[in-house]
């Protein structure tokens, strides 16, 4: 059974400076990969995903995640985070269409002025 | 599209009450997938449902939950009855059921058992 772990529940860093947020996944076989946010009181939406071909992946936000096989990680990265990119953010495994979505535990990146 | 629509907002019950979560998906997707989030335990899913068939419900918590699907559209989450150790947000997400293609959630419920 495939499983994520991210080990960062919380990540303070200060405005304009970069970010790179955990996320480890487990499995034996190919898996698709994403990073979602959640911003206070909302629901999840998606910042990216990789499913095949170039393992650097750009998504929304400035944000960019890149797919390490040999390592088995899936990192998210930004150069210079803004305060309003102060959430919680998801990483995410699915097998296949017909199969669950795994979430891993969440990362609170909190951005001080 | 107006996205996966979920009602109510905000539910605050006693316990012992009966709860019922709706769902309303993104048209043209037929996989379905309800959450619970709480501080604890973080996002865990609950149960999904593909083209209306229940896949796997392992993580339904006991008895007390079930969730339908009455239509490609539609889908309830019950709640009977309702225990103080349910208040939670409850997320609903649907997909088109294809290969690589993400979940995209509704806003949630904040469910409050007294």
């Known amino acids: 059974a495939q499983s994520v772990t991210q080990l960062d529940s919380q990540v303070p860093v200060f405005e304009e400076a970069p970010v790179e947020l955990r996320c480890n996944y487990s499995?034996?076989?190919?898996?698709?990969l994403f990073w979602y946010v959640q911003y206070p009181n909302q629901g999840l939406q998606l910042l990216l995903k990789y499913l095949s071909g170039s393992t650097l992946v750009k998504g929304i936000n400035g944000f960019e995640a890149e797919f390490n096989k040999s390592q088995t990680s899936f990192h998210l990265r930004k150069p210079s985070v803004h305060i309003s990119d102060t959430a919680e953010y998801f990483c995410?495994?699915?097998?296949?269409?017909?199969?669950?979505?795994?979430f891993g535990s969440g990362t609170r990146l909190s951005i001080r002025p | 599209d107006a996205g996966v629509i979920q009602s109510p907002r905000h539910e605050v019950t006693e316990m012992g009450q009966e709860v019922t979560l709706r769902c309303k998906l993104i048209?043209?997707?037929?996989?379905l997938f309800w959450y619970r989030q709480t501080m604890m335990r973080g996002l865990e899913l609950l149960i999904y449902f593909n083209n209306n068939v229940p896949i796997d419900d392992s993580g339904m918590p006991e008895d007390r939950f079930s969730a339908k699907m009455p239509n490609a559209s539609f889908s309830t989450l019950k709640i009977q009855p309702s225990e103080p150790r349910d208040s939670a947000v409850y997320f609903c997400a649907s997909s088109r059921g294809v290969d690589g293609t993400e979940a995209f959630f509704g806003q949630g419920t904040r469910l409050t058992v007294v």
């Open positions: 499995s034996s076989v190919s898996v698709y």
């Open positions: 995410a495994v699915t097998l296949s269409s017909a199969s669950k979505i795994i």
């Open positions: 048209s043209g997707h037929n996989s």
